[in-house]
Nanobody
């Protein structure tokens, strides 16, 4: 299973970015997909998640109302739309998928994409 992210970059405060994550491999066994971020000196935190089948979503309080997660199962891709970006959103963003292999849950990660928001 491979995850490839794209869409990071530099933006001024108040701007928008959309991150994409394409997964290849055993996509039929995916349970959920998500986005995490890690700022310098901080722990990695879950930003948003979505289940593959039902499309149920989770959005962290820190980004609620500004970020949206969505998926396109036909393209094995999920997205993070980030609006009204703030300098505190600056971090490396990682996509993640939770899937089942041999009856056990397994996590896979993308390589990370830098998002920098300037004030």
């Amino acid at each position: 299973v491979q995850l490839v992210e794209s869409g990071g970059g530099w933006v001024q405060a108040g701007g928008s970015l959309r991150l994409s994550c394409v997964v290849s491999g055993s996509t039929f066994s995916i349970n959920a997909m998500g986005w995490y971020r890690q700022a310098p000196g901080k722990q990695r935190e879950l930003v948003a998640g979505i289940t593959k089948v039902a499309g149920s979503t989770y959005i962290a309080d820190s980004v609620k109302g500004r970020f949206t997660i969505s998926r396109d199962n036909a393209k094995n891709t999920w997205y993070l739309q980030m609006n009204s970006l703030k300098p505190e959103d600056t971090a490396v963003y990682y996509c993640n998928t939770d899937l089942t292999q041999a009856g056990l849950p397994v996590d896979y990660w993308g390589q990370g994409t830098q998002v920098t928001v300037s004030s």
